[in-house]
């Protein structure tokens, strides 16, 4: 059976706060090398799906700089690959799509062109390994309509995502999204198999949201189908879920480095990492063309990173290309691309500035960062300052005491 992908790529991903003001939620920087969008595009390629729509909409230009025309991930072909999806009105002026439903109905002549017998829906916005062959293969035995994949997970974590209860044939017969509590155990992984001709029969220029308005009420009628994935999954929805899933990496490599599954992703064309005499490096991940000359511990440093002479980073995450200057101490961090930080500056380090000034800047909802500080794309840190945990500072800054 012939499968058709498509991606939903379009979300602001507004709980990512400064690390989504100049790129789309698939777009950020993960794992020291890669993109969010990297593992979906890979598991398409290794499942055997060579033919996907790629839905952008909000600011695209780092995620199309990225894909260009697919060929880390062998996309780019003359028949099939990959083709991005950005929204069009004829006749008068462009429009956003309202929701996944919608963004679905608007493209459905590209839907309708395709042979494909299924179409598969993704979010690509999540962490994860799938063999999609396995998905389409329970798709097929099971004969319902649709089908969407679920995954156990923890009463702590069930108020993220819609909750489904599954009979014992593996029919859902209640999702809840979104639920306060939930005694449901698997959580939808928003990834969602439909029969090709059943999918252009019910999109329609009424229904907004997938779940809202396609899979809730298919599930009330017995449509739908549960497929249980019991491997690692992570949906990078707020700042403390994507600095625990990359982190994760320093005690687990295998989620990207199994020889038999790797994560396509485009090159630097760097050269190695160096590293000085007296610099020290300890369960962290170095990416090519950095300058290590100071003390990493615990953390993930991207590409063309250059660390002075007696800095200190520890569990943080510093996006390529950043400067992080002689003696400054970073703990619990994310700095974005391009940010130089100054000789003694202090990020994260204390739970309040120092005493006699304030700075440009603001403090997040602590559950919305966990404590973790933000460092915007571009900007700047004069020496000395200290910023402490949780603060965010905004792209293109240039902090100053105010």
């Known amino acids: 059976m012939k499968v058709l992908a498509i991606i939903l790529a ?12 100049h790129r789309a939620k698939t777009a950020v920087p993960f794992g020291g090398r890669y993109r969010i969008i990297d593992f979906c595009l890979s598991n398409c390629v290794h499942s055997g799906i060579s033919e996907i729509l790629l839905i952008a909409q909000y600011k ?23 083709s991005i999806l950005q929204p069009t009105y004829y006749g008068k002026i462009a429009q956003w799509y309202k929701g996944t439903s919608d963004a679905l109905f608007r493209n459905r002549e590209a839907i309708r062109e395709s042979n494909a017998d299924l179409i598969l829906v993704l979010s690509g916005d999540q962490v994860y390994l799938m063999n999609y062959k396995k998905m389409a293969a329970y798709h097929r035995d099971m004969g319902a309509p649709a089908t969407i994949a679920v995954k156990s997970v923890s009463p702590s974590q069930r108020s993220r995502f819609g909750m489904v209860r599954c009979a014992k044939n593996g029919i859902v017969t209640s999702f809840l999204e979104k639920p306060t509590s939930s005694e449901y155990n698997f959580a939808s992984m928003g990834i969602y198999l439909f029969d090709r001709d059943f999918l252009l029969d019910i999109l329609s220029s009424d229904k907004i949201d997938i779940v809202f308005d396609i899979v809730i009420p298919m599930s009330k009628r017995k449509e739908v189908a549960g497929f249980k994935f019991d491997g690692y999954w992570e949906d990078i929805g707020s700042i403390p879920s994507y600095f625990n899933a990359t982190r994760r990496l320093l005690k687990d490599r295998s989620l990207v480095t199994d020889p038999k599954w790797p994560i396509f992703t485009r090159g630097t064309d760097l050269p190695g990492a160096k590293f000085s005499e007296i610099s020290s490096v300890k369960d ?21 990173v250059y660390i002075e002479q007696g800095a200190i980073v520890e569990d943080s995450i510093i996006f390529p290309f950043s400067r992080i200057g002689r003696d400054a101490r970073i703990r619990k961090s994310i700095i974005d691309k391009h940010v130089s930080v100054g000789s003694g500056v202090s990020i994260g380090v204390t739970d309040a500035p120092k005493m006699g000034y304030r700075l440009s800047g603001r403090i997040e909802e ?16 004069p020496k000395g300052i200290d910023i402490p945990a949780g603060f965010v500072i905004e792209v293109e800054t240039r902090v100053k005491r105010c």
Not at 366 to 381: E, F
Request: glycine share 16%; with cysteine.
């Open 10 to 21: 379009g979300g602001t991903g507004k709980d990512l706060s400064v690390l989504t003001r």
């Open 284 to 304: 962290a991940i170095v990416g090519d063309g950095c300058d290590i000359r100071g003390k990493v511990v615990r953390s993930i440093v991207f590409p063309g």
């Open 366 to 381: 602590k559950s919305k960062t966990a404590g973790i500080a933000l460092i915007g794309k571009k900007s700047v840190i």
């Open 60 to 82: 695209p230009k780092s995620l199309l700089e990225h894909i260009r025309l697919g060929k880390p991930w062998d996309l780019d072909r003359k028949s099939g690959g990959i």
